[in-house]
T-cell receptor, first 114, second 111 residues
Framework: KAGVTQTPRYLIKTRGQQVTLSCSPI?????VSWYQQTPGQGLQFLFE???????NKGNFPGRFSGRQFSNSRSEMNVSTLELGDSALYLC?????????????FGDGTRLSIL | GEDVEQSLFLSVREGDSSVINCTYT??????LYWYKQEPGAGLQLLTY?????DMKQDQRLTVLLNKKDKHLSLRIADTQTGDSAIYFC???????????FGTGTQLKVEL
């Protein structure tokens, strides 16, 4: 069974640009969550999508947005990029459902802002 | 809010046991997790424990949960150089799939 796939693996952007990251979950998984990992703040929850609806949201500005498609694939968008957005962005998928369930992570997209 | 704490570093000799500790604050946690991260990689789910259990064993890994003290530990038996990585403890509260992670413990295995 294929794992969680994130594309691209690496991305370099400049301040003010926007970026879209993609995540394909494990087959059969309906929940997709996004996390930001930085040396200073560690791993922080961005948002979770389940059945094409945002179910949970972390404390990030509105520049960070996402969506989920009917095949459970998800995209995350960051607009008006800032230097502080440089990070490893990780996507995780799980079966879904009401209660917290084991999440499996992809290898991440490393975003560098110049 | 939720908070998860871990010590930052642990150094052990190859063949010894490693014990990585974690404390958390959210009493509504349903699952508690251990993830491993190697350089340049994502998070690998090592094991997890449901909050109504107090122990889980999976090959070289043993997870102990003290729900009263909100303390979780991961024991790695016969630690190998390939176990060198950062280990994250995470708790999942009730409702949805948000995980709160600890700072990570860097495990260094010396020959």
């Amino acid at each position: 069974k294929a794992g969680v796939t994130q594309t691209p693996r690496y991305l370099i952007k400049t301040r003010g640009q926007q970026v879209t990251l993609s995540c394909s979950p494990i087959s059969g998984h309906r929940s997709v969550s996004w996390y930001q990992q930085t040396p200073g703040q560690g791993l922080q929850f961005l948002f979770e999508y389940f059945s094409e609806t945002q179910r949970n949201k972390g404390n990030f500005p509105g520049r960070f947005s996402g969506r989920q498609f009917s095949n459970s694939r998800s995209e995350m968008n960051v607009s008006t990029l800032e230097l502080g957005d440089s990070a490893l962005y990780l996507c995780a998928s799980s079966l879904g459902g009401q209660n917290n369930q084991p999440q499996h992570f992809g290898d991440g997209t490393r975003l560098s802002i110049l | 809010g939720e908070d998860v704490e871990q010590s930052l570093f642990l150094s052990v000799r190859e063949g010894d046991s490693s014990v990585i500790n974690c404390t958390y604050t959210d009493s509504s946690s349903t699952y508690l997790y251990w993830y491993k991260q190697e350089p340049g990689a994502g998070l690998q789910l090592l094991t997890y424990i449901f909050s109504n259990m107090d122990m889980k064993q999976d090959q070289r890994l043993t997870v102990l949960l003290n729900k009263k003290d909100k303390h979780l530990s991961l024991r790695i038996a016969d630690t190998q150089t390939g176990d060198s990585a950062i280990y994250f403890c995470a708790e999942g509260g009730g409702g949805g799939n948000k995980l709160t992670f600890g700072t990570g413990t860097q495990l260094k295995v010396e020959l």
